[in-house]
């Protein structure tokens, strides 16, 4: 089973940023937090992951509470072409872990 | 760079036939799974891979075969197909330290069985 809770969907006006949650309030000292979308039934997409800091690319921020049991997903500017099933993951990291157990995700609504 | 490739994209099958769906990645990625996704779910690990010549179960492998002669490909086999094995699938891989690297994903088969 997921060891994550999200919301089903949420709503995010264009230009505005997509905050999205996560709880994971089980999650283990060496599991890595990840974020993944699906748009339409294309193959998954990495956005981001991190351990217990906060982590920022060139898509996303990922904010970890300092308690590791919750974090957010901020997209800052959100677009059209960003709408898409959010996957929020745990995953054991180094050589011992692997396995993405996907729950059923956020699915984003982009609107004009 | 062409990633992870998995061939065929689509596959229409009849009940009982075997078939065996394609992944190759060029990245020299240790870690290689397969996933299959059914409609409005996420998707669900099959079998993985850490290496060549090692494969292992994951949540849904029954009626699945794997093997990983080589680093490159990983093979999915279909020995007799069942309607419940429509679905679409996905490979992806993982470099090494594989728990903290990110997965890259295929664009998918899309297998119908009647």
């Known amino acids: 089973d997921a060891k994550t809770t999200q919301p089903t969907s949420m709503d995010c006006a264009e230009g505005r940023a997509a905050n999205l949650p996560c709880n994971h309030s089980?999650?283990?000292?060496?599991?890595?937090v990840y974020w993944y979308r699906q748009i339409h039934s294309q193959g998954p997409q990495y956005i981001i992951h991190?351990?217990?800091n906060n982590e920022t690319n060139e898509m996303a921020s990922l904010i970890i509470t300092e308690d590791r049991k919750s974090s957010t997903l901020i997209l800052p500017h959100a677009t059209l072409r960003d709408t898409a099933v959010y996957y929020c993951?745990?995953?054991?990291?180094?050589?011992?872990?692997?396995?993405?157990?996907f729950g059923q995700g956020t699915e984003l609504s982009v609107k004009p | 760079n062409a990633g992870v490739t998995q061939t065929p994209k689509f596959q229409v099958l009849k009940t009982g036939q075997s078939m065996t769906l394609q992944c190759a990645q060029d990245?020299?990625?240790?870690?290689m799974s397969w996933y299959r996704q059914d409609p409005g779910m996420g998707l669900r690990l099959i079998h993985y891979?850490?290496?060549?010549?090692?494969?292992d179960q994951g949540e849904v492998p029954n009626g699945y075969n794997v093997s990983r002669s080589t680093t490159e490909d990983f093979p999915l086999r279909l020995l007799s197909a069942a309607p419940s094995q429509t679905s679409v699938y996905f490979c992806?891989?993982?470099?090494?330290?594989?728990?903290?690297?990110?997965?890259?994903f295929g664009d998918g088969t899309r297998l119908s069985i009647l």
């Open positions: 992806a891989s993982s470099g090494q330290g594989w728990g903290n690297q990110p997965q890259h």
């Open positions: 089980t999650i283990s000292g060496n599991e890595y």
């Open positions: 991190g351990l217990k």
């Open positions: 993951i745990v995953r054991v990291g180094g050589n011992q872990g692997g396995k993405l157990i």
């Open positions: 990245m020299n990625h240790e870690y």
């Open positions: 891979s850490v290496g060549a010549g090692i494969t």
